[in-house]
């Protein structure tokens, strides 16, 4: 398998002025195609630190990040965001859906300002809301959907466009017990059906264990990564 993500040596220290707050400390890690990875350690740990700089939505201090073995510290600006806008996807503890847009504007507008025409996006938008079982919603505004809805609408948005990668901070930690189940189940299933690269970024273990990979770390190292069988009763293909 195809090496989609790559850490090397990774250091991001805040300046506050007065202190110097190392976050990350030489994060090494490769992620490859098909991987399901989930990134646990406490609060502070560097853990969305760690998802922003490798997506280049925060500037790391040294070290290089690669993704499809492009290094970001080669890319311009514009670079790095068509990187970002092509080949990753991102899912957050909040939905971030325009809330005046229905379900299916809101997953057919990346694709529209990647050059898709307006019949081929909603038609790539609505097969994306068909594999997260919410074709029928399509038309519905975010404030009409549950929470879960909503965050399925997320997902559907985030690989429309075939990311290489999807990048999930906390993406269960706005909804109830159940429905994070469900929104598990669906991510792993993505995985398996559709070979989508995760990483998963939670603080908890039972969220976890669903995927095949596990990674902690703690004050801004990994201090493990291990290999390791889902729990859960998934769908197979």
Known sequence: MSCVLEAKELWKVYDTGSVKVKALKGVDLEISEGEMVAIM?????GKTTFLN??????EFTAGEVLVDDQPLSEM???????????????????????????????VELPLILKGKSSKEAREIALDALD???LKEWSGHLPAELSGGQQQRVT??????????LILADEPTGNLDTTTSD????????????????????????EIARQCTRLVTIQDGLITSDEKIERTGDFEEE
Do not use: Y
């Open 131 to 133: 594999a997260v079982e």
């Open 155 to 164: 997902i559907a948005r985030a690989f429309a466009h075939q990311p290489a």
């Open 76 to 106: 311009s600006d514009r670079d790095r965001t068509d990187m970002r806008k092509n080949r990753l996807g991102f899912v957050f503890q909040s939905f971030n859906l325009i809330p005046v847009l229905s379900a299916v504007e809101n």
């Open 182 to 205: 469900s929104v598990m189940e669906l991510l792993v299933n993505l995985n398996r059906k559709k070979g989508i690269t995760f990483v998963i970024v939670t603080h908890e273990e």
């Open 53 to 58: 700089c490798v997506s280049s939505l925060d």
């Open 41 to 45: 350690g406490p609060s502070g740990c």
